[in-house]
C-alpha cells in the first residue's frame, strides 16, 4: 500500500515536471558569444537536438546519458547480484552496502527524527552527482545542430542542471519541513532563503571551473602531454569526490534542521 | 524573456526530470533492496544475539541455582557428618561404658568361682586328711601296740590338758 503510494506520487512528478518542461517553452532570445570560454560557460552556441523536440544543451544529453548509464547498471545489479547476496558478502556486496549504508548513516545520523526519504534523496544525489563529473573523463561525442561533433561535458556544469540540482535539494528541505511540522517547518526552510542559489551555483562553480581549466589546458597541443591526467584526477574525481560529499551532506543537514520536532 | 547566464526554465525542469526519474529507478532497483537486505541481515543478527543473550541468561540461572543447591548440600553433609559423629561418639561411649560392666561382672564371677573353688579344695584337703588321720588311727589300731595307743592317748591328754591351762 506504502509502495503504491510512492510509486503514483513518483510518476505524478514525473508527468509534472515533463508537462511542465513542455509548458515553460524556449527562451525566446539567445545571446550571441564569441569566445570559446563564454561558450563553455553559457552553452549557448552548441545545441543538440533533443529527440527532434527541441534544441538543447550539451549537459542535459549528458544527464540523459548518465543516468540511462545508472539505470541499466542498476538493473543489472538488481538482477544478477542482489540475488546473490549472502550473509558473507564478497567484495562487490561490500561495496553496494557500504554506498547504500553510507548516505543511509549520514540521513540518520543528520536527521534522526525523519530520514527514510531523505537517504534516498541524497543516495540518488550523491550517485547522479559523482557519476556525472565523471562522465565528462570519458569525451563522449554529440553531433550539434550545426553539424558540428562536440565532447559531452559534465551535466553539472550547465548552469541549469545546477539550478536544478539546488532547487530540488532547496524544494526537498521545504517539503520535509512542511510533512514534519506543518506551518513551522515552512518557516524554518525560508529562513534559509539563500540556500537553493548558494548550493546551485556551488556546485555550478565547483564543475565549471574544473571545465574551463581542463579546457584551457587542452587548448594548447604543449600542455596535452602528462599534464591532463593530473588535471583530470585533480578536477574531475576531486571535485567528483568533493560536490557529492558537499551537496549531500548540506542537504541532510537542513533536512535535519527543518524536520526537527517542536520543543514543548 | 533574456535571462542572464542563459538559464532556460525548461531545460531546468528536464534536468529536474532526468534526476526524478533517475530517483525513482535508483530507489526501486538498488537502494530499497540493498537496504532490505542489510535490515534483514541485522534482524538475523540481532535475533542470534538475543537468542546467545537469553540462553546465557538461563545457563547463568541454572548455575546461580546449582551452585544454591551444591551449597546446602554441602551444608547438610557437614550437619549430617556432625550428627554421626556425635552418635559414634556417644555409641562408642555406651559400649566401653557396657564392656565395663560386663568386665566387671566376670572378674566378679571369677573372684566368686574362685573362692568357692578355693573353699572347696580346702573342704576336700580337710575330709582327705580326716580320712588319713582316721586310716592310720584304724591301722594302728589293728596293729594292738598298747604302748604306742596309751602314749598316744597320753600325749592328747597331755596337750589337751595344756591347752586348757594356756
Given at each position: 500500500m506504502k509502495n503504491k503510494k510512492g510509486i503514483l506520487l513518483w510518476l505524478f512528478l514525473v508527468a509534472l515536471l515533463l508537462v511542465l518542461a513542455l509548458l515553460c517553452g524556449a527562451p525566446s532570445e539567445e545571446e550571441s558569444v564569441q569566445e570559446a570560454m563564454r561558450d563553455a560557460v553559457l552553452h549557448d552556441v552548441n545545441s543538440i537536438s533533443l529527440f527532434g523536440i527541441k534544441e538543447v544543451n550539451p549537459g542535459l544529453v549528458s544527464a540523459m546519458c548518465v543516468s540511462l548509464v545508472?539505470?541499466?547498471?542498476?538493473?543489472?545489479?538488481?538482477i544478477l547480484v542482489i540475488p546473490r547476496f549472502s550473509l558473507v558478502p564478497g567484495k562487490l556486496q561490500i561495496l553496494l552496502e557500504e554506498l547504500v549504508g553510507m548516505f543511509d548513516r549520514m540521513a540518520r545520523e543528520s536527521s534522526p527524527h525523519r530520514n527514510r526519504a531523505l537517504g534516498l534523496y541524497i543516495f540518488a544525489a550523491g550517485t547522479y552527482i559523482f557519476s556525472s563529473t565523471l562522465f565528462e573523463l570519458f569525451g563522449f561525442q554529440a553531433i550539434t545542430t550545426e553539424g558540428v561533433s562536440v565532447a559531452l561535458p559534465a551535466p553539472l556544469s550547465d548552469v541549469n542542471a545546477a539550478i536544478a540540482m539546488g532547487c530540488m535539494s532547496y524544494l526537498f528541505i521545504v517539503f520535509g519541513g512542511v510533512v514534519q511540522n506543518g506551518i513551522t517547518g515552512i518557516g524554518r526552510a525560508l529562513k534559509e532563503f539563500s540556500l537553493p542559489i548558494s548550493m546551485s551555483f556551488r556546485l555550478f562553480g565547483a564543475l565549471l571551473s574544473g571545465?574551463?581549466?581542463?579546457?584551457?589546458?587542452?587548448?594548447?597541443?604543449?600542455?596535452?602531454?602528462?599534464?591532463?591526467?593530473?588535471?583530470?584526477?585533480?578536477?574531475?574525481?576531486l571535485h567528483a569526490l568533493i560536490q557529492s560529499y558537499v551537496l549531500t551532506?548540506?542537504?541532510?543537514?537542513?533536512?535535519?534542521?527543518?524536520?526537527?520536532?517542536?520543543?514543548? | 524573456m533574456n535571462i542572464p547566464l542563459n538559464i532556460d526554465w525548461q531545460q531546468i525542469l528536464?534536468?529536474?526530470?532526468?534526476?526524478?526519474?533517475?530517483?525513482?529507478?535508483?530507489?526501486?532497483?538498488?537502494?530499497?533492496?540493498?537496504?532490505?537486505?542489510?535490515?534483514?541481515?541485522?534482524?538475523?543478527?540481532?535475533?542470534?544475539?538475543?537468542t546467545a543473550k537469553k540462553r546465557i541468561s538461563e545457563a547463568d540461572e541454572l548455575k546461580a541455582q546449582y551452585e544454591e543447591q551444591i551449597t546446602k548440600a554441602r551444608e547438610e553433609i557437614e550437619k549430617e557428618k556432625a550428627e554421626a559423629i556425635k552418635e559414634n561418639e556417644e555409641l562408642a561411649r555406651q559400649q566401653i561404658a557396657d564392656a565395663k560392666k560386663q568386665a566387671e561382672r566376670i572378674i566378679a564371677a571369677?573372684?566368686?568361682?574362685?573362692?568357692?573353688?578355693?573353699?572347696?579344695?580346702?573342704?576336700?584337703?580337710?575330709?582327705?586328711?580326716?580320712?588319713?588321720?582316721?586310716?592310720?588311727?584304724?591301722?594302728l589300731l589293728m596293729k594292738n601296740d598298747n604302748a604306742a595307743i596309751d602314749m598316744f592317748l597320753n600325749s592328747v591328754e597331755r596337750r589337751g590338758k595344756d591347752a586348757e591351762q594356756g
Open positions: 545508472l539505470l541499466i547498471g542498476a538493473a543489472l545489479i538488481r571545465l574551463l581549466v581542463t579546457e584551457l589546458v587542452y587548448f594548447y597541443i604543449q600542455l596535452s602531454f602528462v599534464l591532463p591526467v593530473i588535471v583530470g584526477v585533480m578536477f574531475t574525481l551532506m548540506l542537504t541532510a543537514l537542513y533536512y535535519g534542521e527543518v524536520t526537527e520536532p517542536k520543543k514543548g | 528536464l534536468h529536474m526530470m532526468n534526476f526524478a526519474i533517475l530517483a525513482g529507478g535508483l530507489y526501486f532497483l538498488l537502494y530499497k533492496p540493498v537496504k532490505d537486505f542489510m535490515e534483514k541481515r541485522a534482524a538475523y543478527y540481532q535475533e542470534l544475539s538475543d571369677a573372684r566368686a568361682e574362685a573362692e568357692r573353688d578355693n573353699e572347696k579344695a580346702l573342704h576336700d584337703s580337710q575330709e582327705a586328711m580326716k580320712e588319713l588321720v582316721a586310716a592310720a588311727t584304724e591301722k
